[in-house]
T-cell receptor, first 114, second 114 residues
Framework: DVKVTQSSRYLVKRTGEKVFLECVQDMDHENMFWYRQDPGLGLRLIYFSYDVKMKEKGDIPEGYSVSREKKERFSLILESASTNQTSMYLC?????????????FGEGSRLTVL | AQSVTQLGSHVSVSEGALVLLRCNYSSSVPPYLFWYVQYPNQGLQLLLKYTSAATLVKGINGFEAEFKKSETSFHLTKPSAHMSDAAEYFCAVIKAGGFQKLVFGTGTRLLVSP
């Protein structure tokens, strides 16, 4: 089975702190994604990566950055956390173009910024 | 731009009753459409997908959805609800210009009562 692992299920941080959310997948997938999930807003794409060291902005990239130094790992970085970044963050991955649309998700990281 | 609209943030049914979750899409080109399910404290998993083959798509756990171009709809149904179906359901469409970038609806929470 495909496994996408998010290292932290629950985090509590203070305003202004730098936050790292880590995601690792074990299926050699080319594409990795970070989504933010908020009640009533569904999932919104923050950033995605289709190859090592490659990244593209999603719909809501402001306040976030990403890093993909190795194929299996995709990190989301909040340079200076703010209270409006309190949310559930979901990492996902999929393979090449033959797997169009089928994303494999991690269990999520719930971040609270005080 | 492509988008999906899920009608009803909450749907309540009795165990054994028909489940109907509504999704309407907007797309300037033939879409690929998906339903995902999220159980409490878990990530999302794929229920089923439409990729321009058969218009009636069968998924896991007895769910199915029918693509109706004339109505721009992709509603999710299950003949008989089970308590274990209680979850949040998301409809999604592939965004134009990026075949891997899913655009999600706002979600519908299904409540099942005994």
């Amino acid at each position: 089975d495909v496994k996408v692992t998010q290292s932290s299920r629950y985090l509590v941080k203070r305003t202004g702190e730098k936050v790292f959310l880590e995601c690792v997948q074990d299926m050699d997938h080319e594409n990795m994604f970070w989504y933010r999930q908020d009640p009533g807003l569904g999932l919104r794409l923050i950033y995605f990566s289709y190859d090592v060291k490659m990244k593209e902005k999603g719909d809501i990239p402001e306040g976030y950055s990403v890093s993909r130094e190795k194929k299996e790992r995709f990190s989301l970085i909040l340079e200076s956390a703010s209270t409006n970044q309190t949310s559930m963050y979901l990492c996902a991955s999929n393979g090449d173009s033959t797997s169009t649309g089928e994303l494999f998700f991690g269990e999520g990281s719930r971040l609270t910024v005080l | 731009a492509q988008s999906v609209t899920q009608l009803g943030s909450h749907v309540s049914v009795s165990e054994g009753a028909l489940v109907l979750l509504r999704c309407n899409y907007s797309s300037s080109v033939p879409p690929y459409l998906f339903w995902y399910v999220q159980y409490p404290n878990q990530g999302l998993q794929l229920l089923l997908k439409y990729t321009s083959a058969a218009t009636l798509v069968k998924g896991i756990n007895g769910f199915e959805a029918e693509f109706k171009k004339s109505e721009t709809s992709f509603h999710l149904t299950k003949p008989s609800a089970h308590m274990s179906d209680a979850a949040e359901y998301f409809c999604a469409v592939i965004k134009a210009g990026g075949f891997q970038k899913l655009v999600f609806g706002t979600g519908t929470r299904l409540l099942v009562s005994p």
